[in-house]
């Protein structure tokens, strides 16, 4: 972090200000997309190239300080992802209005009316409606309160990361929630077995009910700004999602 810092407030000022101008001046989504990207190889390449790197206090836990002198230093490599994050975090604080809606009244008027139409749907969209179709045995911890708590944080965020975060965590406490639901009726039995344990399938009736009646708002936008403006290096879980 303060390797960042130091470089934006640095020798990095007169690129990046270059780059946040390229970005506003970019007329479609997928043009802003490859600016941004541009830009975090820019810092990557940076921040491999800067042997002050080594004096920034990193935590070596899995080999020696004085002799690592690699970036595929475990260590260093959990150092170098929280540096684009923070570079992530920092472009979209200054560019969000510009890269999540492009389109302008357009584009908030999709929006408008997507939500408009959920709102509608939160009438009908019960736990045994027939095309959402959760299982009986799930239903005791509806409506997954926990779980629409992390939806609800969606505005909050302005990095495409930072948004992502909140439908992990999401989908995570789903998943909790369903095998607290499905496991409660075979454990107290004393008994256990591979049908307690949700999969896919009994997660995704859930999360439509869940987007349905949480109903964030500007859905469509933060879709569409996640799929464009993630970051390319994302591995593991984020990558599934």
């Not at 510009?98 to 709102?119: E, I, S």
């Not at 009994?202 to 439509?208: A, G, S, Y």
């Amino acid at each position: 972090k303060q390797w960042y810092q130091r470089r934006v407030r640095g020798s990095f000022d007169e690129q990046f200000r270059e780059y946040r101008r390229r970005f506003r001046e970019a007329p479609m989504a997928d043009e802003k997309a490859e600016v941004f990207y541009e830009y975090c190889d820019f810092v990557n390449e940076r921040m491999v190239e800067d042997m002050s790197i080594q004096t920034l206090g990193i935590n070596h836990s899995s080999c020696d300080e004085r002799e690592c002198v690699s970036n595929e230093c475990p260590s260093m490599e959990a150092h170098l992802k929280e540096v684009l994050r923070l570079a992530e975090v920092n472009f979209f604080s200054l560019l969000f209005n510009n890269a999540f809606l492009p389109n302008g009244d357009a584009q908030l008027q999709k929006d408008v009316m997507f939500r408009q139409r959920l709102n509608e749907l939160q009438v009908t969209a019960s736990l045994d409606h027939p095309d959402i179709q959760i299982p009986a045995r799930y239903h005791r911890e509806a409506p997954w309160t926990p779980a629409q708590y992390h939806l609800n944080l969606l505005p909050a965020f302005k990095s495409p990361s930072g948004k992502l975060s909140c439908v992990i965590s999401c989908v995570f406490t789903i998943f909790k929630l369903l095998f607290v639901g499905a496991s409660g009726l075979t454990v107290l039995d004393g008994t256990t077995d591979e049908s307690s344990v949700p999969g896919a399938d009994d997660l995704m009736p859930v999360l439509i009910y869940i987007i349905i009646h949480c109903n964030p708002p500007n859905l469509l936008s933060t879709i569409e700004y996640i799929n464009y403006f993630l970051p390319r290096n994302i591995s593991g879980q984020d990558q599934y999602m």
